[in-house]
Nanobody, 122 residues
Framework: QVQLVESGGGLVQAGGSLRLSCAGSGLLLSISSMGWYRQAPGKQRELVAGVSSGGMPNYGDSVKGRFTISRDNAKNAVYLQMNSLQPEDTAVYYC????????????????WGQGTQVTVSS
């Protein structure tokens, strides 16, 4: 069973930065993509960023140019560097892993972490 454990969330002022980490364990040979989704109160879960095993990233439109995803296959880990954070980035951020490319259809994702809260104050 794949397990994903996030860390690095917290409270930051607008314009600040945070780095999220996610460590994976279990049957990771079946996993192709890892990445991050987020869900704000009253909103649907949305893709933040994903990265393939070969390092090819894809980003949600709202974070392009501000967030950077990276992956360490040797450590089964994925990271999200978040810069120029804004109050609208406030959400619970979930690590995700899947046999296929991560996209907008969050309901089809194979594995989830427990989530980490990111709060951006104005």
């Amino acid at each position: 069973q794949v397990q994903l454990v996030e860390s690095g969330g917290g409270l930051v002022q607008a314009g600040g930065s945070l780095r999220l980490s996610c460590a994976g364990s279990g049957l990771l040979l079946s996993i192709s993509s890892m990445g991050w989704y987020r869900q704000a109160p009253g909103k649907q879960r949305e893709l933040v960023a994903g990265v393939s095993s070969g390092g090819m990233p894809n980003y949600g439109d709202s974070v392009k140019g501000r967030f950077t995803i990276s992956r360490d296959n040797a450590k089964n880990a994925v990271y999200l560097q978040m810069n120029s954070l804004q109050p609208e980035d406030t959400a619970v951020y979930y690590c995700a892993a899947d046999r296929f490319r991560l996209g907008s259809s969050w309901s089809e994702v194979d594995y989830w972490g427990q989530g980490t809260q990111v709060t951006v104050s104005s």
